[in-house]
């Protein structure tokens, strides 16, 4: 138990772990300080982990960028498959998820099975998809 934050800079040491998620109903994380980066490989961080969990009815894990400064990203991914689900990513100035030359084999969201989404500027939500080795909007 713990912070994401907490949970990260842990996970950053081991590797191959699931970061899964103890909310009663929805949850929103607000962002004072910028995450640290995802630099292991095969962590997973899975929003549908937590009770309750519904895309339907709006009951998710909220990642909330909105008191960050200019220029800060949400999640920085630069470990090798790194795999993100069941969030949502909102308020951030610059990039809700980003990666390096080193995300290879990212899975942001899985379409069918598991979701993430992303609160755009103009209040669409969108799902995100992985196109080889960069993360697009589609």
Same mark, same amino acid.
């Given at each position: 138990?713990? $912070?994401?934050?907490?949970? !990260?800079?842990?996970? &950053?040491?081991?590797? &191959?772990?699931? !970061? *899964?998620?103890?909310?009663?109903? /929805?949850?929103? !994380?607000?962002?004072? *300080?910028?995450? /640290? +980066? !995802?630099?292991?490989?095969?962590? @997973?961080?899975?929003?549908? $982990?937590q009770?309750g969990?519904?895309?339907?009815?709006?009951?998710?894990?909220?990642?909330?960028? $909105? +008191?960050? $400064? %200019?220029?800060?990203?949400?999640?920085?991914?630069?470990?090798? %498959?790194?795999?993100?689900?069941?969030? #949502?990513?909102?308020?951030? /100035? &610059? &990039?809700?998820?980003?990666?390096? %030359?080193s995300? @290879?084999?990212? #899975?942001?969201?899985?379409?069918?099975? #598991? *979701?993430?989404?992303?609160?755009?500027?103009?209040?669409?939500?969108?799902?995100?998809? @992985? @196109?080889?080795?960069?993360?697009?909007?589609?």
């Open positions: 138990t713990g $912070s994401l934050r907490e949970a !990260i800079t842990t996970t &950053n040491s081991i590797g &191959n772990v699931t !970061i *899964t998620f103890e909310a009663t109903g /929805p949850g929103v !994380i607000n962002l004072i *300080t910028a995450l /640290p +980066a !995802i630099t292991a490989d095969g962590i @997973v961080i899975d929003g549908q $982990s009770a969990w519904d895309l339907d009815t709006d009951q998710l894990i909220e990642l909330n960028g $909105s +008191a960050l $400064s %200019s220029g800060e990203d949400g999640l920085n991914i630069q470990g090798e %498959s790194v795999e993100i689900y069941g969030l #949502k990513i909102t308020g951030f /100035p &610059n &990039n809700g998820i980003t990666g390096g %030359s995300a @290879v084999n990212a #899975k942001i969201g899985e379409l069918g099975e #598991k *979701t993430l989404l992303v609160e755009m500027e103009m209040m669409a939500l969108i799902l995100l998809q @992985v @196109v080889g080795q960069l993360i697009q909007i589609e």
